[in-house]
């Protein structure tokens, strides 16, 4: 196992090396495409648009609200992108070399996670920037962060090993990433439609992960611990369940692709 985990740090740097190889500005996108979204929403939406939540007192309330869940939900969505093709991506891969696939897709988890802990110091920076109050409270990021990943990279493992079998997949999960973004409260507050889609916050795994982030940027409080309790329930239960799909399907999946 220390030799898979090894070998997945090492693709995952491969990874993260190739990731913008050949354009100009190469390595330095992954602080500058952060940068953007949060300049993109602080300016548009806060000074622009004048929209300003009565939540925090500050000027940029709707931006330190917004910032963290964009980001994380951005990863959210690339990470269980990547995954759910991994197969077909790494089918060519397979047949050459004894490696198990599991290491590749978890160096797939390693380097968006690199990505989005690159994107959430910046946006602390960006608080900094505000004057935003910044307390140990934000350490809860990392745990919070470690579960997202962990979530996300069950779930994305769990739907490549049926996208081998069930070809309309690779289609179907951006679609339904999208319509989970638009009933997840990223861009809006979840008091918008608690009370009349109460379902929709209760049964949508993803609200509990953004909205602990939230709570941290914008209240800079530790999170509740009814949320904690709900993301690990979820996190280990669908790590569990790739597990178990994964050492079942394995050996099919790799006769057929």
Not at 222 to 239: E, M, R
Request: aromatic share 18%; charged share 10%.
């Amino acid at each position: 196992m220390k030799h898979n985990i090894l070998l997945a740090l090492s693709f995952a740097k491969k990874d993260f090396q190739e990731r913008y190889v050949g354009t100009g500005l190469g390595q330095f996108w992954f602080i500058l495409s952060p940068l953007i979204m949060i300049f993109i929403y602080t300016v548009v939406f806060s000074d622009f648009m004048k929209m300003k939540l009565d939540i925090v007192d500050s000027t940029y309330a709707y931006s330190i609200y917004l910032v963290p869940g964009i980001l994380a939900w951005t990863t959210f969505n690339i990470t269980i992108s990547r995954l759910s093709v991994s197969f077909f991506e790494k089918a060519n891969l397979l047949k050459k070399i004894a490696v198990p696939m599991f290491v590749f897709q978890l160096s797939i988890m390693i380097t968006e996670a690199f990505i989005l802990l690159i994107s959430f110091s910046l946006a602390l920076v960006f608080l900094l920037l505000i004057n935003h109050p910044i307390t140990f409270t934000f350490l809860w990021i990392l745990p919070v962060l470690f579960l997202q990943m962990l979530f996300a990279f069950s779930l994305g493992v769990i739907l490549s090993l049926f996208a081998p079998f069930i070809k309309d997949l690779k289609v179907a999960v951006p679609i339904v990433l999208q319509l989970c973004f638009w009933i997840t409260p990223i861009i809006y507050m979840k008091e918008m439609i608690a009370d009349k889609y109460p379902l929709i916050i209760l049964l949508n795994p993803f609200y509990y992960f953004i909205s602990l982030y939230q709570d941290i940027f914008l209240y800079a409080k530790a999170p509740q611990f009814d949320h904690i309790l709900v993301v690990l329930v979820i996190t280990f239960t669908t790590l569990f369940m790739a597990g178990y799909l994964y050492k079942k399907m394995i050996s099919t999946i790799k006769d057929i692709i």
